[in-house]
């Protein structure tokens, strides 16, 4: 590394390649509450963050490990699961008042039916609303389960429900 006195050392999390702070200005930009999502092989995690100039403050949050004492016996890291996560994320926000919010997906490649925008699709069948495309969004089937095996519709209605109880 550089060590002039012209030289400018970044931030330590762009140096990581954890932090896009362009792209993080542009959602704070408008004021409207973030929904974080981050997916990874075993796990999602979904929160509503809403900038404070002391500190981000988290609204709702919900991670797929929850699923598991809802009655869900399938993996927390396939695409039902995501969508579910989302949805018991966007309840959980609904009764906090958040009605609408962007989607923040880091530095995940947006990929069309990938794993975040089934968590999406969750938080926009909770009843926010979220700007989307629809074309990037993944299919029923998908969502479903109908992939994995047969039975998994009937489990995702049981957590579907005992969310709703909530």
């Given at each position: 590394m550089a060590n002039g006195p012209?030289?400018?050392?970044?931030f330590r999390?762009?140096?990581?390649?954890?932090?896009?702070?362009r792209q993080r200005a542009r959602l704070l930009r408008g004021r409207v509450p973030r929904a974080v999502v981050r997916n990874t092989l075993r796990h999602t995690s979904v929160q509503f963050i809403e900038y404070d100039a002391k500190g981000d403050r988290v609204l709702a949050t919900a991670h797929s490990?929850?699923?598991l004492?809802?009655?869900?016996?399938?993996?927390?890291?396939?695409?039902?699961?995501?969508?579910?996560?989302?949805?018991?994320?966007?309840?959980?926000?609904?009764?906090?008042?958040?009605?609408?919010?962007v989607l923040d997906i880091g530095l995940q490649k947006p990929v069309k039916g990938a794993a975040c925008f089934a968590t999406l699709k969750g938080l926009l069948d909770a009843g926010l609303d979220i700007p989307h495309g629809e074309e990037i969004?993944?299919?029923?089937d998908r969502?479903?389960?109908?992939?994995?095996?047969?039975?998994?519709?009937?489990?995702i209605e049981e957590v579907?429900?005992?969310?709703?109880?909530d």
């Open positions: 012209r030289y400018k050392v970044p999390r762009r140096r990581e390649g954890r932090t896009d702070y490990k929850e699923l004492d809802m009655g869900w016996v399938g993996s927390t890291g396939n695409l039902p699961a995501a969508y579910l996560t989302g949805y018991l994320a966007g309840k959980r926000a609904a009764k906090k008042g958040v009605n609408e919010a969004l993944p299919s029923e969502l479903k389960g109908k992939h994995i095996k047969a039975e998994m519709e009937k489990m579907k429900n005992r969310v709703e109880a």
